[in-house]
């Protein structure tokens, strides 16, 4: 039974009862299992291009920039990086005595080479007198860390990693933030200098990251010769979801409030749709690389970009064809070769469909929007990965997959996420409008039974929580999809505090 008070909530979320009652079920019911009909490989799924296709996808892209199109670089960025120290945060919870872990004592071994350390050791310079040479020779690492992550010193536990010093310039060190303005100038400017950016982040962080980019702007601009015009959106209110207790009833906080968690990143398709731009670039905040490294991730997005270019042109034909009705049953044919090889989406049922039918049938598989993904090969770090499923209406589609979508108790299925030979890295280029020029309402490309429940805990309290479906997951699942290879030097993510020492970091 909802109280006065739930309807004032859910009215002031934009959340109706139905949606309630329906997230409430989905404890209840669970979600499916996705049917796999194998993970994709360079065999089946994932293109490899070849040196003539890379070189005329490059050309297509800088030919498509000089266009007059619009191109907008899209960043989710939300959430502390609370994630990335908490090594670092257990250890402020030992006794002083206590032997540090491997993990911090890499940390302190290594601080000094850390892209934030000149601001660090200032920092314990103010609040102790000494700076972190002294600090650590005194056995005082706790204070070192602790001015690093407390609010009291930088306050980097609490901060958005959008905003954290990752790299180290002559002119002055990087933040991710930064960084993703440069990247955006190499691949994503338009003829006359544009580069347009887009950050997701939270409510609270909003006013720090339009501040960094104020402060910092200007002399990247100077230096990488564009304009840049940078916004940023929040996940909307009415996408949360309602929290519940083990036993699928309504989670209520101590004043008898229903509590409500954010939708997890799924939630961003919402903000994604509201871009009005021709194509997106789309990746994480923290996979980000210092400017030596960067021509190598520079090449490969531009040759993502070529490849969609090159297929929408060739959907945009097509759909032409279709709607003006004029074509012939061969051309029919070479829509559905390219249905099938081009964007691998099989219809065992197709050799049965009559031309009207079979004209219906591919409209309907080509009108939809684009994302070319890249994927790197698989050397065991956690996310993702392409696979092939079975969608609803019985047809084959490439799908990036989590592991909490397969049905890992199925020997066969089992054996199909071993075998994966690639994992999604986030590199995603997309193009959102149709052959008019028409944005499409994504949310109907959605696969509402792909989100998954996860067990999380409120003041000591058991709870269970609903994902929506993800980002690049169930939320872009009726998209046509094509995976491309692409080097592992693309895939740099920062998930912990000591990934800054990496290599990849330091030049």
Not at 107 to 124: M, Q, R, S
Not at 348 to 360: G, N, S
Not at 362 to 376: D, E, F, H, Y
Not at 404 to 424: L, R
């Amino acid at each position: 039974m909802l109280t006065a008070q739930d309807k004032a909530l859910l009215e002031k979320k934009g959340i109706s009862e139905e949606q309630l009652l329906s997230q409430l079920n989905q404890f209840k019911t669970g979600f499916p299992f996705l049917r796999l009909a194998g993970a994709a490989s360079v065999e089946k799924g994932i293109k490899q291009p070849t040196d003539d296709e890379r070189r005329a996808a490059l050309a297509d892209w800088d030919r498509y920039t000089a266009e007059g199109h619009t191109v907008v670089k899209f960043v989710p960025a939300s959430g502390a990086a609370s994630r990335m120290f908490k090594d670092l945060f257990a250890y402020l919870d030992q006794a002083p005595e206590a032997e540090p872990s491997d993990f911090v004592k890499k940390f302190l071994g290594h601080v000094a080479d850390a892209a934030f350390y000149p601001d660090l050791n200032a920092t314990c310079k103010t609040l102790h007198g000494k700076d972190i040479a002294a600090l650590l020779a005194e056995g005082r690492g706790q204070d070192v860390v602790a001015a690093l992550l407390k609010n009291e010193g930088l306050g980097y536990g609490q901060k958005p990693k959008g905003v954290l010093k990752f790299h180290k310039y002559p002119e002055g060190n990087r933040t991710p933030v930064e960084e993703h303005l440069v990247e955006g100038a190499l691949y994503a400017k338009d003829q006359d200098g544009n580069v347009n950016v887009h950050f997701t982040v939270s409510a609270e962080h909003t006013d720090l990251f339009a501040k960094l980019v104020e402060e910092k702007k200007a002399a990247l601009e100077q230096q990488f010769g564009a304009k840049f015009h940078v916004s940023y959106s929040v996940q909307k209110p009415s996408t949360d979801t309602v929290a519940a207790n083990p036993d699928g009833t309504p989670f209520r906080n101590a004043d008898g409030s229903l509590l409500f968690r954010p939708g997890g990143h799924g939630a961003l398709i919402e903000n994604l749709g509201d871009i009005d731009a021709d194509v997106v670039f789309v990746k994480n905040i923290d996979n980000v690389v210092p400017d030596s490294l960067k021509d190598e991730t520079v090449e490969n997005k531009k040759l993502l970009a070529g490849l969609l270019v090159e297929t929408q042109a060739k959907i945009f034909g097509y759909l032409k064809q279709l709607d003006e009705g004029r074509y012939t049953m061969d051309q029919l044919r070479e829509m559905l070769q390219f249905v099938q090889k081009t964007l691998c989406c099989k219809n065992p049922e197709t050799k049965m469909l009559e031309d009207t039918e079979m004209a219906i049938y591919l409209r309907s598989k080509l009108n939809r929007p684009i994302r070319v993904c890249g994927m790197v090969r698989n050397v065991g770090e956690a996310g993702g990965g392409p696979f092939l499923a079975y969608n609803a209406d019985g047809t084959i589609s490439p799908q990036i997959l989590e592991s909490t979508q397969i049905d890992v108790a199925d020997p066969e299925k089992k054996a199909m996420f071993e075998q994966g030979t690639h994992f999604n890295p986030v590199d995603l280029v997309i193009a959102t409008k149709d052959y008019k020029g028409q944005r499409f309402d994504l949310k109907k490309f959605v696969d509402p039974q792909t989100g998954f429940i996860s067990s999380k805990s409120k003041d000591g309290k058991p709870l269970k929580a609903l994902e929506l479906p993800g980002l690049w997951n169930g939320a872009m699942s009726d998209w046509n999809t094509i995976f491309v290879e692409v080097p592992l030097a693309t895939f740099n993510p920062v998930k912990t505090v000591n990934d800054l020492f990496r290599e990849q970091h330091q030049s």
